[in-house]
């Protein structure tokens, strides 16, 4: 699908001799050539292009990228619908779609490029407020300050977001003592102090350049929403977004003493590859290892060498670090994100803006009926098992025409979540289409539902999902929304809106409440709504 956050790879791209493709979902680069790879990446590997291009000459290789999501990435192998698309992967760690035997087997020769750990990064006044300079730090003692809002941070969603699923994995590890890799026993006897460390997560996002994004925007008061005190994630991220020189201050990186969980990077053939794709995956593997591209990752993206040889940067405060085990099956996976989103992180609140006007008839409001339908545990894939209503979730419907329409909460209960799923399927199949096209005045409308909502139960994430086919037809304009934004209650206006646009809606309008709110805009026109309704999920 097409996010606006990934129309700026695709605008570079087309100005690169190395060729990509920013859509997600494995639609497949096309025939096998001769000199060229096909590779499904991680879209945080958009930053080697420029690398990619130099060595080209050297190499005979030009690389076409396709980016997507590690447990997307990991479907498309599972399911064979990377066979013959692509001829290599290169995902921030081979972890995940190893533990899925459908996945692991279509993976061939792995190489290592380049590693990045997986830590917390917080600003240097709360680092040395909470004495965190210096000394050394294990997770203990971050979950212990963590359950006593010490400080708050961000963290990707961990069944979207390689970074996320690491730090998942270090901090349930240390805690549990694991000298193996924690099984499903062990993660139950470590959540209630995951509880405690991850009450602190203040913001969530679907991927690690988005998050790095926000944070900025917030600690630079460019974003409405409530500043965080640092940030989860890749050491290079951190180590990029303090030599942007864009930060008020600068990120103190704390690395766990007790163990952290890195990435490695490996440029993985697959075992459907020709002959011609093995020749240029050789090539370009060697030629990424030498010293000289070493030095040349590590410099231009903060990412530590694996060559040994090649001497570490002073921007690399920590030498040697420990790694921690990681699971080793899609059991102790499923277990691991399971106790995440169903007892562990903090319960969402989300209100959803559907247009139901009449120019949404036919396969646009069967679509939205199908993305909600999908949400509710129809969809059986990895990511709609992980992108489902999760237990302890509130969800909001608010459909709109001409007007909006009659609001309806969802409370998904611990423990029987079933019969309020099937509520939600049951308001889903009786969405019907009739009227006008009222975006601001439902906007505005699901504000005033949100405001009890937030105060009756204020521990929560919270966003709204906008979605709608049209231009706004009837009740108050854009430029009302302008003007009564800033008079919003604060915590209203911390709310991010995340919109969705898949028909003639107007991209301007709708990217400028989405960038206006701190939240995101999704371009659905030509993809599967269903597809993008789980994307979102992932930031929320």
């Known amino acids: 699908m097409k996010r606006w956050a990934v129309l700026t790879v695709a605008a570079i791209c087309a100005l690169s001799l190395v060729s990509c493709d920013s859509s997600e979902g494995g639609t497949g680069l096309g025939e096998a050539e001769a000199g060229t790879l096909r590779v499904l990446a991680g879209s945080e590997l958009a930053d080697l ?57 279509r993976l061939g020769e792995q190489v290592k490029i380049m590693s990045s750990p997986v830590v917390l990064g917080l600003s240097a006044s709360s680092a040395q407020r909470l004495g965190w300079t210096g000394r050394p730090v294990g997770w203990g003692e971050i979950a212990e300050q963590a359950g006593k809002k010490a400080f708050t941070y961000g963290m990707t969603d961990p069944s979207a977001s390689n970074s996320g699923f690491s730090a998942l994995v270090g901090v349930a590890s240390a805690l549990a003592g694991a000298g193996n890799a924690i099984d499903a026993q062990q993660i139950a006897s470590v959540t209630p102090k995951l509880t405690e460390f991850f009450s602190a997560q203040a913001m969530s996002a679907g991927s690690s350049g988005w998050l790095s994004e926000a944070y900025q925007r917030r600690a630079s008061g460019q974003d409405p929403g409530k500043k965080v005190d640092g940030l989860i994630n890749y050491e290079s991220v951190l180590l990029s977004m303090n030599a942007s ?78 790694e921690l085990p990681f699971p080793a099956t899609q ?23 559907l247009d139901t006007s009449g120019s949404m008839a036919g396969d646009r409001i069967e679509s939205l009926r199908a993305a909600l339908i999908g949400l509710t545990g129809a969809d059986g894939s990895l990511t709609g098992r992980y992108r489902r209503f999760r237990s302890r979730e509130e ?12 609001p309806e909460t969802f409370t998904v209960p611990d423990g ?20 006008g096209t009222a975006i601001y005045d439902s906007l505005r409308r699901a ?59 107007d991209s301007a309008e709708l990217g400028e409440v989405a960038k206006r709110t701190g939240g995101n805009v999704f371009d659905a026109r030509g993809d599967v709504l269903p597809k993008v309704f789980q994307e979102i999920r992932g930031y929320q």
């Open 447 to 505: 504000y005033d539902i949100m405001g009890p909502l937030i105060a009756r139960d204020p521990d929560r994430f919270n966003s709204i999902v906008l979605m709608t086919d049209g231009q706004n037809a009837n009740g108050s304009k854009f430029s009302d929304f302008q003007l009564t934004f800033p008079s919003l209650p604060e915590a209203m206006r911390q709310i991010p809106v995340f919109t969705v646009i898949f028909g003639e809606g």
């Open 49 to 105: 292009r420029p690398l990619l291009e130099q060595e080209a000459a050297a190499t005979g290789v030009q690389v076409r990228f396709q980016f997507t999501g590690t447990l997307e990435g990991t479907e498309s192998l599972a399911n064979g619908k990377a066979d013959g698309q692509y001829d290599a992967v290169w995902f921030s760690s081979n972890r995940y779609p190893a533990a899925v035997p459908e996945a692991a087997k």
């Open 331 to 353: 059991q102790a996976v499923d277990a691991l994100l399971g106790a995440y989103f169903d007892k562990i992180r903090r319960p969402s609140r989300t209100l959803y803006v």
């Open 395 to 406: 969800v909001t419907m608010l459909p709109f025409d001409t007007v909006p329409g009659s």
């Open 245 to 322: 020189g864009k930060l008020p201050e600068p990120l103190t990186l704390v690395y766990p003493s007790d163990g952290v969980v890195t990435a490695d990077y490996p440029l993985t053939l697959l075992q459907s590859a020709n002959s011609d794709a093995r020749d240029a995956h050789r090539k370009l593997a060697e030629r990424l290892r030498t010293p000289d591209a070493q030095r040349k990752i590590m410099e231009t993206t903060q990412r530590r060498p694996v060559v040994p040889g090649v001497q570490l940067g002073q921007q690399f405060a920590r030498k040697d670090l420990v």
């Open 416 to 435: 029987d979540p079933q019969p309020a799923l099937d509520k939600i399927k049951r308001f889903a199949e009786g969405l019907d289409t009739n009227g």
